[in-house]
């Protein structure tokens, strides 16, 4: 019985990529109809992305194939689906993050940060938090965690191994002082500060095991021997699992803050990931009169509040959870250890290692900082954007030169580089989401869904969005938040037309509750990049993601009823949401 649970365990995505098309095939064939039809493609799609069972870009094709084959649409119509203008978006946003990432740029930013925010506790996993989400804006959250996470454990461990030199010296000079060496009590032993620095040091495994000498002493070049290890006294043994317990849980709570912060910072811009720039392509098609209504502008109005409040509570709650309250001493008020010098240090060194901020580096910034102002001005709402007098033209990212020499230089950019870290599978699943919006509406399915769902207009809208706001939160932890708003959306949409509710009403908050996967390691990449260093259970991350994705729906919900009600007219049913069908082009 084991050997064949176990031949089935291994073969499951087989199993599930055979038998799911047969388990719902009665659907078309029974019920009939284009809304049946497009139903069996859009269950079999969700099934294949929530199991993973093939990869996500190739599940993303599906409608490519089946939806004309199943007379919903023309096969020309689904293509375009796969090229709109919310992916160029996208490209181009990637575009600008890879260059980034070649050259360094992100980690110089992250780093001089840090050395402006300090080393002491609350302060450095603040700096950690804001960096990461900072990054996160513009960059992916996965190459954030990614660069932040190690310069975070390389802090700590120095911060570890001084406190614990420190302890040591601490209980050497008082041996000396007991024996009678004539040191002052209150000075400190000189020779500790004004030896060679190369054979003083002292090397922890982790601080985890027992500190050990790692250079032998030496006189005129000869090596003498070592006097016998001194057996550890319970008192140095107690204070050593102290500081262990001591920095393993502000490792905990450091490793957290970063792979949070990188979820929650992506959502305060339009391309910082991909669920964004869904809920815009899904907008667009399915209220083409919507006026651009979620631009670059808007958006950033809407969700930059939202993500500065919810990156200072998710602080404060990890602060809680793993520093404790006492703030004198997590701020350094009055303190002034040998432990923050070389923790400044360590990152010092790092930013010194980037040398001087080269031309590529400058060209880069100078581009990113046009690009985020083209943005923002390209359809402000308040005024008329450049987009109304001027085409749109792609900045030659991959043409200014590195520098000014004499022979031809090289560029910024290189394909080689564009083709090894652009994300091509995300354009095939976002473009198999919008694929699937089409059909739905298409085929008829989006209005039979919509007056299915009328008998929910008896219940409060604030209701309504904070179910489904749980609900999406809760989906998104064992699902891509890609997936989970490509599925999600297109049925939101036709609820809220059906109810006479202002679609942004739920559309809004679930996208961006989409990318609040706390809890689980599986749940998002810098959630697995943490996870992987060894450090944090899943129990870690489930008790502390739990609370953070109850305080992230609420958060969202109170910003939604109230600055997101006024800049977008929540508390009415506009003209442009008044569609029944979508024309087709």
Not at 36 to 43: L, R, T
């Amino acid at each position: 019985m084991v050997v064949c649970l176990t031949g089935l365990w291994r073969y499951r995505n087989y199993l599930v990529i055979f038998l799911t098309p047969l388990l719902i095939l009665p659907l078309p064939i029974i019920v009939g109809g284009p809304e049946a039809s497009c139903g069996y493609v859009i269950i079999l799609t969700a099934v294949y992305w929530c199991t993973e069972c093939m990869p996500l870009a190739v599940t993303g094709l599906l409608p490519v194939i089946l939806f004309p084959m199943m007379g919903i649409m023309e096969s020309s119509e689904v293509c375009t689906q796969y090229m709109k203008d919310s992916n160029m978006l996208f490209v181009g946003g990637l575009l600008m993050a890879t260059a980034v990432e070649h050259w360094n740029l992100h980690k110089r930013i992250a780093l001089r940060v840090l050395l402006l925010v300090g080393v002491k506790p609350a302060l450095l996993m603040m700096g950690f938090m804001g960096t990461t989400a900072f990054l996160s804006m513009w960059i992916g959250n996965t190459a954030s965690t990614a660069m932040m996470l190690p310069i975070s454990n390389a802090v700590l461990k120095q911060l570890c191994d001084t406190e614990a030199q420190a302890e040591e010296r601490e209980v050497d000079l008082i041996s000396l002082r007991g024996a009678g060496t004539g040191i002052p009590k209150g000075q400190d032993n000189q020779a500790f500060d004004m030896g060679d620095k190369e054979n003083s040091i002292t090397i922890y495994d982790g601080c985890t095991t027992k500190c050990t000498k790692d250079v032998k002493p030496m006189k005129n070049g000869i090596q003498l021997e070592q006097e016998p290890e001194v057996e550890e006294s319970p008192e140095a043994r107690e204070r050593r699992l102290k500081r262990e317990a001591k920095y393993l849980k502000l490792d905990k709570g450091m490793s957290l803050s970063v792979c949070y912060s990188a979820s929650i910072g992506g959502t305060a811009t339009l391309t910082g990931t991909a669920p964004n720039l869904i809920l815009k392509g899904q907008v667009d098609e399915l209220f083409p009169g919507n006026g651009d209504i979620i631009n670059f502008a808007s958006w950033f109005g809407f969700s930059f509040p939202n993500m500065v409040l919810m990156l200072i509570i998710s602080w404060l709650w990890l602060q809680f959870m793993y520093l404790g309250c006492n703030m004198k001493k997590l701020f350094g008020c009055g303190t002034n250890k040998d432990g923050d010098k070389e923790a400044y240090r360590v990152i010092k060194n790092e930013y010194k290692k980037l040398g001087s901020v080269s031309f590529a580096e400058g060209c880069i910034l100078v581009l990113f900082v046009l690009l985020v102002l083209l943005w923002f001005t390209r359809e402000p709402g308040f005024m008329p954007g450049w987009a109304a007098v001027l085409f749109n033209k792609d900045k030659p990212v991959c043409l200014v030169p590195v520098g000014m020499p004499l022979k031809a230089p090289p560029t910024l950019l290189n394909w080689d580089v564009v083709h090894k870290k652009m994300p091509w599978n995300i354009l095939l699943l976002v473009g198999g989401g919008f694929a699937l919006a089409r059909g739905s509406e298409t085929s008829g399915l989006s209005q039979w869904l919509g007056e299915s769902l009328a008998p929910l207009q008896s219940i409060p809208p604030v209701a309504i969005s904070f179910l489904l706001s749980l609900l999406i939160a809760t989906f998104t932890e064992c699902s891509s938040n890609v997936a989970t708003t490509t599925l999600f959306l297109p049925i939101l949409a036709s609820m809220a037309v059906a109810i006479k509710l202002h679609p942004l009403y739920v559309m809004l908050p679930c996208t961006i509750c989409a990318s609040l996967a706390f809890m689980l390691p599986v749940a998002t990449p810098p959630n697995a990049i943490a996870f992987s260093y060894g450090n944090l259970k899943v129990m870690d991350m489930a008790k502390a993601g739990f609370v953070l994705n109850i305080i992230g729906v609420i958060t969202i919900n109170i910003a939604l009823n109230t600055w997101g009600t006024a800049m977008f007219n929540l508390n009415t049913f506009p003209d442009w949401a008044n569609v029944t069908t979508i024309p087709t082009p």
